[in-house]
């Protein structure tokens, strides 16, 4: 069975920064996407920023653009988000997810990111 375990999150100051990993466990992929999603209280759960195994495409949200960087580790089945100049908007409980073959889909358990003004 597939897991992702994540780790990082966290309560920062605005300005600061921090870092959020995952990485799967149970099974080697050769052609996913690994990347986080948030949800803040009483809003959807939107995605923030996703990486590819195969060509290395990323993807970011607008409100994360220049702020965020993805990168992935294709030998580990990992990625890692660093999350800088973080605002109180981006206060959010993050959620990895990976899709493999673009067919299955997995969730991390989330973690929470507080970023206090």
């Known amino acids: 069975e597939v897991q992702l375990v994540e780790s990082g999150g966290g309560l920062v100051q605005a300005g600061g920064s921090l870092r959020l990993s995952c990485a799967a466990s149970?099974?080697?992929?050769?052609?996913?996407?690994i990347g986080w999603f948030r949800q803040a209280p009483g809003k959807e759960r939107e995605g923030v920023s996703y990486?590819?195994?195969?060509?290395?495409?990323?993807y970011y949200a607008d409100s994360v653009k220049g702020r965020f960087t993805i990168s992935g580790d294709n030998a580990k089945n990992a990625a890692h988000l660093q999350m800088d100049s973080l605002k109180p908007e981006d206060t959010a409980v993050y959620y990895c997810?990976?899709?493999?073959?673009?067919?299955?889909?997995?969730w991390g358990q989330g973690t929470q990111v507080t970023v206090s003004s």
């Open positions: 997810r990976m899709t493999v073959g673009g067919i299955h889909i997995y």
């Open positions: 149970g099974f080697v992929f050769d052609d996913y996407a």
């Open positions: 990486i590819s195994s195969s060509d290395r495409s990323t």
